[in-house]
T-cell receptor, first 114, second 116 residues
Framework: AQSVTQLGSHVSVSEGALVLLRCNYS??????LFWYVQYPNQGLQLLLK??????LVKGINGFEAEFKKSETSFHLTKPSAHMSDAAEYFC????????????FGTGTRLKVLA | DVKVTQSSRYLVKRTGEKVFLECVQDMDHENMFWYRQDPGLGLRLIYF???????EKGDIPEGYSVSREKKERFSLILESASTNQTSMYLC???????????????FGPGTRLTVL
């Protein structure tokens, strides 16, 4: 069965430190991959997505993610955390590519320490 | 910008009540979705609709029904609310195939439902 795993339900980083949020998937075919962010009391907002082409994808607010097929991973990074990055982050896939149904990970709550 | 609105941000209902959650999108999107979000479980799909009057069950449809009479509006119905339906409910929409963003979903702000 297809699945998405986000390692670490809570991650804390210091302001200015590297942010690394992990996402691994299992799939029989290469999926489309997404990262969404949810700020407190809001809906989800797309950060970035990978469909085809370049495996390093840049998104909004300085985030990027790299699709590594050999590792079945799509980890989210940001070189320098800002207080405003505190939120919950969700990795999602569509399987097979291009269908409407998402499979979401369970989310990682990012805390940024001053 | 796409706007997805939900009728209530917070809702408190009693066990056994019939509950309607409304979602409206203003971008002429074909596809609309209802999810529930629970801590540690992420988002789980309840129902989705790919056209007016068309619907398909998601992963957890039990205890829910939906209605899509107009393209812009997708309603989630709890026929007889129970305490285990206390949750955050998120509506989303996505454009049709052939558009650049067809595999993206645009979310509303959510409705936090408490069933007492």
């Amino acid at each position: 069965a297809q699945s998405v795993t986000q390692l670490g339900s809570h991650v804390s980083v210091s302001e200015g430190a590297l942010v690394l949020l992990r996402c691994n998937y299992s799939s029989s075919v290469p999926p489309y991959l997404f990262w969404y962010v949810q700020y407190p009391n809001q809906g989800l907002q797309l950060l970035l997505k990978y469909t085809t082409g370049a495996t390093l994808v840049k998104g909004i607010n300085g985030f990027e993610a790299e699709f590594k097929k050999s590792e079945t991973s799509f980890h989210l990074t940001k070189p320098s955390a800002h207080m405003s990055d505190a939120a919950e982050y969700f990795c999602a896939v569509t399987l097979p590519p291009g269908t409407y149904k998402y499979i979401f990970g369970t989310g990682t709550r990012l805390k940024v320490l001053a | 910008d796409v706007k997805v609105t939900q009728s209530s941000r917070y809702l408190v209902k009693r066990t056994g009540e019939k509950v309607f959650l409304e979602c409206v999108q203003d971008m002429d999107h074909e596809n609309m979705f209802w999810y529930r979000q629970d801590p540690g479980l992420g988002l789980r799909l309840i129902y989705f609709s790919y056209d007016v009057k068309m619907k398909e069950k998601g992963d957890i449809p039990e205890g829910y029904s939906v209605s899509r009479e107009k393209k812009e509006r997708f309603s989630l119905i709890l026929e007889s609310a129970s305490t285990n339906q206390t949750s955050m409910y998120l509506c989303a929409s996505s454009p049709p195939r052939g558009t650049g963003a067809y595999n993206e979903q645009f979310f509303g702000p959510g409705t936090r439902l408490t069933v007492l």
